[in-house]
């Protein structure tokens, strides 16, 4: 089952769509994310995310603040200030 992810900046929309897996950097380390984790809401840190989406594709954003939330399959990064790589 992919996970259905959403990653935007305080003023606009990044990348919307299905992945499979998520890595972020996050204030207590870095995180991976794979379809059926737990929830978690986590503090990002300076870094970039990572998305691999279902067609083997990488998406990389660089973030600068934000959080990211993961609850059933749904995964969502909002970052203060961000762009695609």
Do not use: C, K, Y
């Amino acid at each position: 089952m992919p996970l259905n992810v959403s990653v935007v900046s305080a003023d606009r929309a990044l990348w919307t769509g299905e992945a499979t897996q998520i890595i972020a950097r996050t204030t207590e380390g870095e995180i991976g994310i794979l379809a059926g984790h737990e929830p978690i809401l986590a503090v990002l840190a300076e870094g970039e995310v990572r998305v691999t989406t279902t067609d083997g594709e990488t998406v990389t954003a660089r973030a600068d603040d934000g959080f990211l939330s993961v609850q059933n399959d749904t995964v969502t990064i909002v970052a203060g200030a961000a762009e695609l790589v």
